[in-house]
Nanobody, 115 residues
Framework: QVQLVESGGGLVQPGGSLRLSCAASGTLFTINAMAWYRQAPGKERELVAA???????NYSESVKGRFTISRDNAENTVYLQMNSLKPEDTAVYYC?????????WGQGIQVTVSS
């Protein structure tokens, strides 16, 4: 059994910052890739950023230069530092981890960017 707990979401003004965290617990072996996705109302879920176990990263074009993904392998935690937030970043954010050939999703956390 694997559990993912996300935290750090909320309401922020345009131009502000938030840091999301996702901590994995349970029966864990080696976590491979970790990633953040988001889903805005009426839209499909999209990849925001991903990071491999050794720290290679990739970002969607819409967040490149503003968001930074990182991970702490000892704590089985992935982070998403979000700066210069825009109203179009408003969405439910989900973390996803890969364990072998199985993927696990967090429950999602709301991020709202509004004045």
């Amino acid at each position: 059994q694997v559990q993912l707990v996300e935290s750090g979401g909320g309401l922020v003004q345009p131009g502000g910052s938030l840091r999301l965290s996702c901590a994995a617990s349970g029966t864990l072996f080696t976590i491979n890739a970790m990633a953040w996705y988001r889903q805005a109302p009426g839209k499909e879920r999209e990849l925001v950023a991903a990071i491999t176990r050794v720290g290679n990263t990739n970002y969607s074009e819409s967040v490149k230069g503003r968001f930074t993904i990182s991970r702490d392998n000892a704590e089985n935690t992935v982070y998403l530092q979000m700066n210069s937030l825009k109203p179009e970043d408003t969405a439910v954010y989900y973390c996803k981890i890969g364990l072998g050939f199985t993927y696990y999703w967090g429950q999602g956390i709301q991020v709202t960017v509004s004045s």
